[in-house]
């Protein structure tokens, strides 16, 4: 059974920095995109960052030139760099593995992390 866990979540002052986690585990031949999404209270999921298995990256506009995602595809471990964060990034965040091919099963799965709060305040 493919498992994300996610970690480095937490509360951070306006302009601050945090870097997100995410290692996926369970006997995993391959795996596609990774990425991140968020939701924040009383809004609906929306897509942060993502990246291929060769490393191509897109962002949210909102997030554009403040946000990293990289990937360390030897560890299936996908990392969301965030600096200059503002109160509008509060939310969970959560991760995503797309089409998933593990060596018991070899249909390609998504699977999703438990999520991490992010909070951004003073």
């Known amino acids: 059974q493919v498992q994300l866990v996610e970690s480095g979540g937490g509360l951070v002052q306006p302009g601050g920095s945090l870097r997100l986690s995410c290692a996926a585990s369970g006997s995993i031949y391959s795996l596609r995109d990774m990425g991140w999404y968020r939701q924040a209270p009383g809004k609906q999921s929306e897509l942060v960052a993502r990246?291929?298995?060769?490393?191509?990256?897109n962002y949210a506009d909102s997030v554009k030139g403040r946000f990293t995602i990289s990937r360390d595809n030897a560890k299936n471990t996908v990392y969301l760099q965030m600096n200059s964060l503002r109160p509008e990034d509060t939310a969970v965040y959560y991760c995503h593995a797309a089409e998933v091919v593990t060596l018991r099963d070899l249909t390609p799965t998504d699977y999703w992390g438990q999520g991490t709060q992010v909070t951004v305040s003073s």
């Open positions: 990246i291929t298995a060769s490393h191509n990256a």
